[in-house]
């Protein structure tokens, strides 16, 4: 099996660079403008540098695997088997033709772990419910997996709370919403490929029922209808669902976020593909974590944006992340493999993690915040 040469998700995205038209790569893969701070994204974790301590005993931690990776989240609400969750990309059959969104959703049950479905899912979002449903009944009853939805917010109000609505009522546990879309980044990669759908390939969700229209427009500004901070109380009257904002990296956002009581924040800069030269997720992170400690507040912080090892996660949740979301090695591991290729991502990173854990002689997660294990920007003289 050719899969099994594959040792890490950089394996896995040179081969899925083989296996994808060039098209469709350089969507998944590229970022904004000079791709500064896609670039950023990686390299930021490879500044910041790691001193274990040792003669710590971890050998029962080897033995019981995967319980000391285990991560509650949301107040307790949700438990992963380890703290990594499936980012929401748009379009998984771009990747996977015949499953797409499919896949991805029996690895997350398989893997439990949480898969956060796109507004631009190119399945629709009640049949990737059913699917996790069904993989839950028939293959992974002890699976403590969690579907949440993002949600962009369209142009048209009444298409987007249907939007909500529909995810509440097939079985979704929080609401993702995405913030750093105003408008969309300038990628010049799709604009020099002239960019385009596959046939039979679109965005399934945002097909609007009544006119059967895409209600492709994004929150495009325009007067009334840009997305402000009063539009969360809006979308908090219309859901019980749990409101996690993505997108935030300003701690004058945060302080704001937790005036309108929001149960989590991702850290994220949209994987580099929206504003070039915002700062890195992993230095935006210290000052978020910061500003919420001085607020007195506790609310999960998560962060995504290059996170491609074992110990990127260790260094996030040393900086006092609960979790990351991964985007792009989820897209690897579904174009080279299908359900299995992203199974294969998780679980390597997974075992990857634990590795890191032991190494750094931690033998529970909170060990890892404790331990005092970072120095940042390391630079030798
Ligand atoms: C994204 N991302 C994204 N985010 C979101 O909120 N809704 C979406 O539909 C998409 N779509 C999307 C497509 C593709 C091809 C990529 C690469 C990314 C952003 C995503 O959720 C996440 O923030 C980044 O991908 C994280 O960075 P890494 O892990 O890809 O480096």
């Known amino acids: 099996n050719s899969t099994s040469a594959l040792l890490n998700v950089e394996d896995y995205h040179q081969q899925a660079k083989e296996k994808l038209d060039k098209m469709i790569y350089d969507f998944y893969s590229t970022g904004s403008d000079d791709q500064l701070t896609l670039i950023d994204n990686q390299e930021s974790f490879q500044r910041i540098k790691?001193?274990?301590?040792?003669?710590?005993?971890v050998s029962s931690h080897q033995r019981e695997n995967s319980l000391n990776c285990q991560t509650q989240l949301l107040q307790s609400t949700a438990t992963i088997s380890f703290p990594c969750i499936i980012a929401p990309t748009a379009l998984h059959r771009l990747a996977h033709r015949e499953y797409g969104e499919l896949a991805t959703v029996r690895a997350a049950v398989a893997c439990s772990t949480i898969m956060c479905v796109s507004t631009?899912?190119?399945?629709?979002?009640?049949?990737?419910?059913?699917?996790?449903?069904?993989?839950?009944?028939?293959?992974?009853?002890?699976?403590?997996?969690?579907?949440?939805f993002q949600l962009y917010v369209l142009k048209s109000r009444p298409c987007t709370k249907k939007l909500i609505?529909?995810?509440?009522?097939?079985?979704?546990?929080?609401?993702?919403?995405?913030?750093?879309?105003?408008?969309?980044?300038?990628?010049?990669?799709?604009v020099r490929n002239q960019f385009s759908l596959p046939n039979g390939i679109q965005a399934e969700n945002m097909i609007d029922d009544e006119t059967n229209d895409f209600a492709k427009d994004y929150n495009v500004p325009s007067e009334d209808e840009a997305l402000s901070?009063?539009?969360?109380?809006?979308?908090?009257?219309?859901?019980?669902?749990?409101?996690i904002l993505k997108g935030i990296i300003h701690p004058d956002d945060v302080r704001k976020a937790l005036k309108y009581s929001v149960q989590g924040i991702i850290v994220s800069n949209h994987g580099g593909r929206q504003l070039d030269t915002c700062l890195s997720t992993i230095d935006a992170l210290?000052?978020?974590?910061?500003?919420?400690?001085?607020?007195?507040?506790?609310?999960?912080?998560?962060?995504?944006?290059g996170i491609r090892?074992?110990?990127d996660i260790l260094k996030a949740l040393a900086l006092g992340a609960k979790a990351v979301l991964i985007g792009r090695p989820i897209l690897w591991g579904l174009?080279?493999?299908?359900?299995?290729?992203?199974?294969?991502?998780l679980d390597l990173l997974k075992k990857e993690f634990r590795l890191a854990m032991m190494l750094c002689?931690?033998?529970?997660?909170?060990?890892?915040?404790?331990?005092?294990?970072?120095?940042?920007?390391?630079?030798?003289?």
């Open 50 to 57: 790691l001193r274990p301590k040792v003669l710590i005993d």
């Open 120 to 148: 631009a899912a190119s399945t629709c979002m009640e049949l990737i419910a059913e699917e996790y449903q069904q993989q839950i009944k028939t293959n992974y009853p002890q699976s403590t997996s969690q579907l949440w």
């Open 165 to 190: 609505q529909r995810a509440e009522k097939s079985g979704y546990k929080a609401l993702v919403l995405t913030v750093d879309l105003c408008v969309v980044g300038n990628r010049e990669c799709d």
């Open 229 to 243: 901070w009063k539009d969360l109380d809006w979308i908090q009257s219309i859901t019980s669902l749990p409101l």
């Open 286 to 305: 210290p000052y978020i974590i910061d500003t919420i400690r001085t607020e007195n507040q506790q609310i999960d912080v998560y962060v995504d944006g």
């Open 309 to 311: 090892r074992g110990t």
């Open 335 to 345: 174009a080279v493999d299908g359900e299995q290729g992203v199974k294969k991502v």
């Open 361 to 381: 002689g931690c033998q529970t997660i909170d060990d890892i915040r404790k331990n005092n294990l970072l120095i940042m920007n390391y630079t030798s003289k």
